[in-house]
């Protein structure tokens, strides 16, 4: 009872609670600008908490991260463009929901849902860090490979009117993410003798350009003609869940958080992959799937539950065994590092009061991020009501500041100019982005993991035959591209047989 009672009295201090506000808002703001990631608002932190005593350090950078995970949400629901990559699921749904006259009560819901997840993931960690820690330890190459074939075959559920249409997006995604130098051996692919090439397509300058260029382009095209989309904005007003609202997805709720944890648990993961695996996995048990994609509640309840289920997630291998499963743990590992904490097994039985006081730290950037964004909604909203051509502008001169700052190269800046123009016209040949962006997430990870599981087998696929874990996620992307083959001959079938 003594370690609960000093983690409540250090992170109740006013510095501590200062240091969270700054962390949460700070996060907020970099998640929500695209391009500027809660990983990149992170290493900024940082250095800020040299100056710091630890419980106000670790307090800064948890906030921090936790609200740069919530943060993508509000520019992806309100103007179509996710501020990170784990918000890029929920645009579809959340912009369309935006363009119903239903922004606030999208990003209400959003941002509660994201604290349930949160707050989910937070439970597992208390009561299951080590044994999830000892389970994502397990997972070498072969298993991680499958779980991200497990994750391509949502391409199937991503395809929109057509899954060749889908295929076809998610192996441009691939092929796109080839570009650059080889990870393994560094030969040079695909650059066509460009030094720029070299450095390959950044995710995030790709994610920028997809889903950006096309809709600035629409927008102003429509502002030309004279046609543009209209927003009721006198509709506008703060609108919040209710429980009874809530409580109707409550499965969803629940299954998103769980598959967010696990998948965060894993390293070499992320919220990306936690996101799109859980947009897919609703929207199959979903019972009116026709209508995700155009503006359904669930498709953006599941995403963004599991993608910040994914952070407490993450925490488990990084204070179980001191292992970070991706770039932004590793920065809040190195601030441990710094302030004397070394998280892992030790830490557990010789300082429980930090194990505690990080619990409570994290519940509480929770809070403090849906006070924030829960306030803001007010605000947020009335972005609606700039006339759209001028927010197409504005939208544009972000996207250029945010592709410049990713590695502060004019390169990107290009790339992500004709990567919009091209996905501009893929639209007009009705070719989903979405599975482009799957692709360019996924795809280093699946070969990285192929290779170096290859290279362990000396060549032999046997690797993957040998892994019960690996069979069953293989069985699992089996299944989901039987189940949408079987659903699209079904859908085609009941069309030619309707009378005309």
């Given amino acids: 009872m003594e370690p609960v009672l000093t983690a409540l009295s250090a992170g109740t201090s006013v510095d501590v609670l200062i240091a969270a506000l700054f962390g949460s808002a700070f996060g907020l703001v970099f998640g929500a600008i695209p391009g500027l990631t809660f990983t990149m608002a992170l290493a900024l932190v940082l250095p800020i908490t040299f100056a710091l005593q630890p419980t106000a350090a670790i307090a800064m950078l948890l906030s921090t991260y936790i609200g ?9 629901i309100l103007i179509g463009v996710p501020g990170t990559p784990s918000s890029a699921a ?14 606030s009560l999208t990003i209400a ?34 298993e991680i490979f499958a779980l991200v074939i497990f994750g391509m075959s949502t391409i199937c559920g991503l395809a929109e009117r057509s899954m060749v249409r889908g295929m076809i997006g998610g192996a441009l995604g691939l092929m796109a993410m080839t570009i650059g130098q080889d990870p393994i051996d560094g030969v040079p692919r695909m650059t066509f003798g460009s030094v720029q090439l070299l450095q390959g397509i950044d995710l995030l300058v790709a994610m920028i350009g997809l889903f950006a260029i096309p809709q600035v382009v629409e927008t102003l095209a429509g502002h030309r003609a004279g046609h543009q989309m209209k927003i009721d904005t006198s509709s506008i007003k703060v609108q919040l869940p209710t429980l009874r ?23 070499g993961t992320g ?21 995700w994609g155009k503006g359904d509640m669930g498709g953006v309840i599941a995403p963004e539950t599991a993608n910040n289920a994914v952070t407490g997630g993450a925490m488990i291998p990084m204070l179980g065994l001191g292992i970070p499963g991706d770039p932004a743990t590793a920065i ?14 030790l830490l557990f039985t010789e ?59 004019f390169f990107d800046v290009g790339a992500m100019i004709v990567i919009g123009f091209f996905g501009y016209v893929l639209q007009k040949c009705r070719i989903p982005l979405t599975p482009i962006l799957l692709g360019l997430v996924l795809g280093p990870t699946m070969e990285r993991e192929f290779r170096t599981a290859m290279i362990m087998s000396e060549g032999s696929l046997s690797i993957f035959s040998q892994s019960p874990t690996a069979l ?10 039987a189940f949408h083959v079987v659903g699209s001959i079904r859908s085609r079938s009941a069309g030619e047989a309707r009378p005309a």
Wanted: one cysteine or more; charged letters at 10%.
């Fill in 68 to 76: 740069g995970a919530s943060g993508g949400t509000v520019a992806a």
């Fill in 90 to 103: 929920s645009v579809a749904d959340g912009h369309a929901l935006t363009r119903a006259g239903k922004a």
């Fill in 109 to 142: 819901t959003a941002t509660i849902v994201s604290t349930l997840g949160g707050l989910f993931s937070l439970v597992i960690m208390l009561f299951a860090v080590n044994l999830l820690a000892q389970v994502a330890l397990s997972f070498g190459p072969a």
């Fill in 245 to 267: 609202f809530l409580f109707s997805y409550r499965w969803n709720i629940l299954r998103s958080s769980l598959l967010g944890t696990i998948v965060g648990a894993i390293p």
């Fill in 271 to 291: 919220g990306p992959i936690a996101a799109f695996l859980a947009y897919s996995q609703e929207k199959r048990l979903a019972k009116h799937p026709e209508t």
């Fill in 332 to 345: 809040i590992l190195g601030g441990f590092l710094i302030h004397g904490i070394q998280p892992g097994p």
């Fill in 351 to 409: 300082r429980p009061d930090v194990i505690y006081t990080v619990y409570f730290l994290f519940a509480l950037s929770y809070v403090l991020v849906t006070i924030l964004q829960l306030l803001g909604v007010r605000l947020f909203v009335q972005a609606l009501r700039v006339p759209h051509q001028i927010l197409a502008l504005i939208i544009s001169v972000m996207c250029v500041v945010g592709s410049f700052s990713i590695r502060n190269s």
């Fill in 472 to 481: 069953v996620f293989f069985g699992f992307a089996l299944l989901i591209v």
